[in-house]
Antibody, heavy 116, light 107 residues
Framework: QIQLVQSGAEVKKPGASVKVSCKVFGYSLTELSMHWVRQAPGKGLEWMGGFDPENGEKIYAQHLQGRLSTTEDTSTDTAFMELSSLTSEDTAIYYC?????????WGQGTLVTVSS | EIVLTQSPGTLSLSPGDRATLSCRAS???????FAWYQQKPGQAPRLLIYAASSRATGIPDRFSGSGSGTDFTLTISRLEPEDFAVYYCQQFGRSSTFGQGTKVEIK
């Protein structure tokens, strides 16, 4: 049974960067295509990006390209999402979820608050 | 980017009613990579339907999905009290997008 455990809540100032981790238990990260989804307070789900196994490349939402980076540490089965140049509009809960035929497993979410 | 538009925005129904939720894509999407999720307050989303019509593990058979091309539907045959929540559709092609959500509330 795969379990995803994310890092704790973060508070950042505008212009800063944030790095959220997602540790995989019960499976090898090398066999997963990890993606990231966020949800602003009271808003819907927004896909951010992740690994596309069909072409072996990272794919990111167009409006986040240049600010978003997703990486993996296979030695610790931990995935990372780093978002730079934060604004208040980046305040959200950030989820990791591996893509198979859909997102059937989700991390518990990490609240990132951007505030001066 | 493919835009998914869900309707209605809010559905006010009573337990035992049938719920029909719609998701329309701005261009054709692959049914293989089309899914529906349920989300309750304070919880991560839960996968209900994948490949447009296949129920995920543990999902009751009152949930069903259908559709192809640009029009997809999630049907809840008889609403149970625990089904009142927000529902999202999702497509995954060259990138992925979610619909804006349909809230199913108690009438």
């Amino acid at each position: 049974q795969i379990q995803l455990v994310q890092s704790g809540a973060e508070v950042k100032k505008p212009g800063a960067s944030v790095k959220v981790s997602c540790k995989v238990f019960g499976y090898s990260l090398t066999e997963l295509s990890m993606h990231w989804v966020r949800q602003a307070p009271g808003k819907g789900l927004e896909w951010m990006g992740g690994f596309d196994p069909e072409n072996g490349e990272k794919i990111y939402a167009q409006h986040l390209q240049g600010r978003l980076s997703t990486t993996e540490d296979t030695s610790t089965d931990t995935a990372f999402m780093e978002l730079s140049s934060l604004t208040s509009e980046d305040t959200a809960i950030y989820y990791c979820a591996p893509w198979g035929y859909a997102f059937d497993i989700w991390g518990q979410g990490t609240l990132v608050t951007v505030s001066s | 980017e493919i835009v998914l538009t869900q309707s209605p925005g809010t559905l006010s129904l009573s337990p035992g009613d049938r719920a029909t939720l719609s998701c329309r894509a701005s261009q054709g999407v692959s049914a293989t990579y089309f899914a529906w999720y349920q989300q309750k307050p304070g919880q991560a989303p839960r996968l209900l339907i994948y490949a447009a019509s296949s129920r995920a593990t543990g999902i009751p058979d009152r949930f069903s999905g259908s559709g192809s091309g640009t029009d997809f539907t999630l049907t809840i045959s008889r609403l149970e009290p625990e089904d009142f929540a927000v529902y999202y559709c999702q497509q995954f092609g060259r990138s992925s997008t979610f619909g804006q959500g349909t809230k199913v509330e108690i009438k």
